[in-house]
């Protein structure tokens, strides 16, 4: 009877297990790319194929354009319209090769019916003939919008802006509220917030349409209002903002100009947008590289960006070298400890470049104190301290094991060498964990982006320091002691 238990109990069990692996596997998505292919070279009547398009999101409409040819994409054109054109362009990567393609005038009508911050970047991307004749056909209030956005410098928050957006006076009534939410909405879908201006049209705060659709009548439209909802100036930089936009799950934030005026917003699509091209900027900084690098990037373009870090760090190198040399008695008579130089080297290197990636993402905190940072900086010099503690315990541990058993050295001797190392990798992880986070500290205090204190140039200072201490402590502790003749 027991024997019958268990059996059924396996059983269960392995039916369990089978269920769950199942349920595990992932099913397969669809993909709306190849159905917006097939559906697009079909040979269906053009209303049967409007219908099935109108499914589909603009984003795989606009991955489907590259994969179709001239005709079939004119074709295209025709059927969806100006107005869905215009959403779907917004999500092109590059949208200037299908402009080309379109009449002016077409092209025009479309760009003008895109948010405004869409729109120069699709302007942006045209050759500065096209893009002239295409402005000059555009309608004065939308020409007017790109203008403005064009006006900013390419740092400077209201560059990223669009000035899709609704306002009411705060005198209105919640009936007249209604009213004009209505008819902004047909040129202004972003109206999830509608922002309310004083008697002097400038910003007064902010209202949630859901709370305006629900207020009865008699409500007064000022008790509805947020007086103390977030902002930005036109002309602060995107540095400065990108902390305090990403703080708020706001749909959009208005950006005012030193008279509080509205002139625009930034959605949270924008606030994404930035985030991702600032990641991107400080990474290729954190690579050396001035800006992002292109996939078509012109060859003399990447050269310029590339070039100038590598002759500096060229020249850094060619200091670590010769400073190795300083010690070439050390390595002639003492040749084992140079097997572990690219431990150590590799080790100060790894603590200086993770230093540097914490410091430039703590400093991107305007608000930060001096003396905050200099807290910070003696943070990192205690994880220095006991990372260096316990790797360089481990690396003496196990290279007195290797120079005593492997290489036939004396015990004595082998775990001197190995207490070498060890000293060497604590003091050397010590020293770049300080320089990791005080270069960049000084050069934001110099005015200079701490992301120019790129992983290479960390890197290589740190090489400068390992190798000095190295060598140092082996001439010091091993040849000068006597302990290695």
């Given at each position: 009877m027991g024997n019958e238990f268990e059996k059924d109990e396996k059983l269960n069990n392995e039916e369990l297990e089978n269920q769950v692996e199942v349920t595990e596997e992932m099913p397969e998505k669809e993909d709306y790319e190849q159905e917006l292919a097939r559906i697009i070279k079909s040979d269906a009547p053009d209303t049967v194929k409007l219908e099935q398009i109108d499914d589909y999101h603009e984003n795989d409409i606009a991955a489907v354009l590259e994969d179709l040819g001239v005709e079939e994409r004119k074709e295209l054109y025709h059927l969806l319209g100006i107005e869905r054109l215009s959403e779907i362009f917004a999500y092109l990567e590059d949208p200037g090769e299908f402009v080309e393609e379109l009449d002016p005038e077409i092209a025009a009508d479309i760009i003008e019916l895109m948010d405004s911050d869409e729109a120069v970047d699709v302007l942006e991307e045209l050759d500065e003939e096209k893009r002239d004749e295409i402005v000059d056909l555009m309608e004065d209030e939308a020409r007017e919008d790109v203008d403005l956005i064009q006006s900013y410098d390419e740092d400077e928050i209201g560059s990223k802006m669009t000035t899709n957006f609704v306002s009411i006076p705060l005198h209105y009534t919640i009936k007249e509220a209604m009213k004009s939410v209505v008819s902004q909405a047909a040129d202004n879908d972003n109206i999830s917030t509608i922002y309310v201006l004083d008697d002097d049209g400038a910003f007064y705060g902010a209202?949630?349409?859901?709370?305006?659709?629900?207020?009865?009548?008699?409500?007064?439209?000022?008790?509805?209002?947020?007086?103390?909802?977030?902002?930005?100036?036109?002309?602060?930089?995107?540095?400065?903002?990108?902390?305090?936009?990403?703080?708020?799950?706001?749909?959009?934030?208005?950006?005012?100009?030193?008279?509080?005026?509205?002139?625009?917003?930034?959605t949270s699509q924008d606030i994404v947008e930035v985030v991702d091209e600032e990641m991107g900027e400080d990474y290729a900084r954190f690579a050396g590289l001035s800006e992002e690098e292109d996939l078509n990037e012109p060859l003399l373009k990447s050269l310029k960006k590339r070039t100038p870090w590598l002759i500096v760090l060229l020249f850094l190198g060619l200091i670590v070298a010769s400073v190795t040399g300083m010690y070439e008695k050390v390595i002639h008579d003492l040749t084992?400890?140079?097997?572990?130089?690219?431990?150590?080297?590799?080790?100060?290197?790894?603590?200086?470049?993770?230093t540097l990636g914490v410091t430039i993402r703590v400093l991107m905190d305007e608000e930060l104190t001096f003396g905050q940072q200099m807290g910070f900086v003696w943070k990192e010099l205690r994880v220095g301290f006991c990372n260096g503690l316990i790797v360089g315990l481990i690396s003496s541990l196990i290279t007195g094991c290797y120079i005593h058993f492997i290489k036939g050295y004396p015990f004595e001797q082998a775990f001197a060498i190995s207490a070498c190392i060890g000293m060497a990798l604590w003091v050397a992880m010590v020293i770049s964990s300080f320089v990791g986070a005080m270069v960049p500290i000084i050069f934001s205090k110099l005015k200079i982006d701490p992301a120019v204190a790129s992983g290479p140039l960390i890197s290589t200072m740190n090489d400068l320091v390992a190798v000095v201490t190295y060598y140092s402590l082996s001439m010091v502790i091993l040849l000068q002691s006597g302990i290695i003749k």
């Open positions: 209202i949630d349409l859901t709370d305006l659709i629900i207020a009865r009548s008699e409500v007064p439209l000022e008790t509805l209002v947020t007086t103390s909802y977030p902002y930005v100036f036109d002309h602060e930089t995107i540095d400065e903002t990108i902390e305090d936009l990403k703080d708020y799950s706001e749909d959009s934030i208005p950006v005012l100009d030193n008279d509080k005026h509205i002139l625009g917003v930034i084992v400890i140079v097997f572990f130089q690219s431990v150590i080297l590799g080790m100060s290197g790894n603590v200086g470049t993770q």
